[in-house]
């Protein structure tokens, strides 16, 4: 069993998001998962067979001890539940680590589902061209940072695959 440093941020990839909880110093990791309350887990239970990646301190964070203790105090409360939109894991953590509370992952995702959208509805192709490379590259980009430079890459090269593959005189696509 790996142990990790007390109020480290891990990560498991599961593959369309990533999970993230604290270590408690011990071997057991402090987490919010889907249809459940906050918990103390073991690692193990955490990681669910895949890799645990330590992701050190978040920056700007309490000191380890006073994060683990904000963990325990919200699980003895045991009023927060696990919501996808408004306290998922993401939430938890930065909650605990005294950070701004926001959900990265789930920003992404409204930015894919509002960007593909626009593609799907828009009667332009080039309008379709730039929102649809911008929804594919945000998408697969591992956080928000990432995902509006490439969202911003993807939408230029869909836009420059629209001028390419459609014939603007007549209107019709190539």
């Not at 379709?128 to 911003?152: R, T």
């Given at each position: 069993?790996?142990?990790?440093?007390?109020?480290?941020?891990l990560?498991?990839d599961r593959?369309?998001?990533?999970?993230?909880?604290?270590?408690?110093g011990?071997?057991?990791?402090?987490?919010?998962?889907?249809g459940?309350k906050p918990?103390?887990v073991?690692?193990?239970?955490?990681?669910?067979?895949k890799?645990?990646?330590?992701l050190?301190i978040?920056?700007d964070s309490?000191?380890?001890e006073?994060?683990?203790?904000?963990?325990?105090?919200?699980?003895e409360?045991?009023?927060r539940?696990?919501?996808?939109?408004?306290?998922?894991?993401?939430?938890?953590?930065?909650e605990?680590c005294?950070?701004d509370?926001?959900s990265?992952?789930?920003?992404?995702?409204?930015?894919?589902f509002l960007?593909?959208s626009?593609?799907?509805y828009?009667?332009?192709p080039?309008?379709?061209?730039v929102?649809?490379?911008?929804?594919?590259?945000?998408?697969?980009?591992k956080?928000?940072?990432?995902?509006?430079q490439?969202?911003?890459?993807?939408g230029?090269?869909?836009?420059i695959?629209?001028l390419?593959?459609?014939?603007?005189?007549?209107?019709?696509?190539?």
């Amino acid at each position: 069993m790996t142990s990790y440093l007390m109020g480290h941020l891990l990560c498991v990839d599961r593959v369309i998001y990533d999970h993230v909880g604290i270590s408690n110093g011990q071997g057991k990791v402090y987490e919010n998962a889907k249809g459940k309350k906050p918990q103390l887990v073991s690692t193990e239970e955490f990681a669910k067979d895949k890799k645990i990646i330590d992701l050190g301190i978040l920056p700007d964070s309490f000191l380890p001890e006073e994060i683990i203790e904000r963990a325990q105090k919200i699980i003895e409360k045991g009023k927060r539940s696990y919501k996808l939109l408004t306290y998922n894991c993401e939430h938890f953590v930065r909650e605990v680590c005294g950070v701004d509370i926001k959900s990265p992952q789930v920003q992404r995702h409204i930015f894919s589902f509002l960007a593909g959208s626009i593609a799907l509805y828009a009667k332009s192709p080039h309008i379709k061209g730039v929102a649809g490379g911008a929804a594919i590259a945000s998408l697969f980009s591992k956080n928000s940072e990432d995902a509006i430079q490439n969202s911003l890459i993807g939408g230029v090269i869909g836009g420059i695959l629209s001028l390419i593959f459609s014939d603007t005189k007549s209107g019709n696509n190539i």
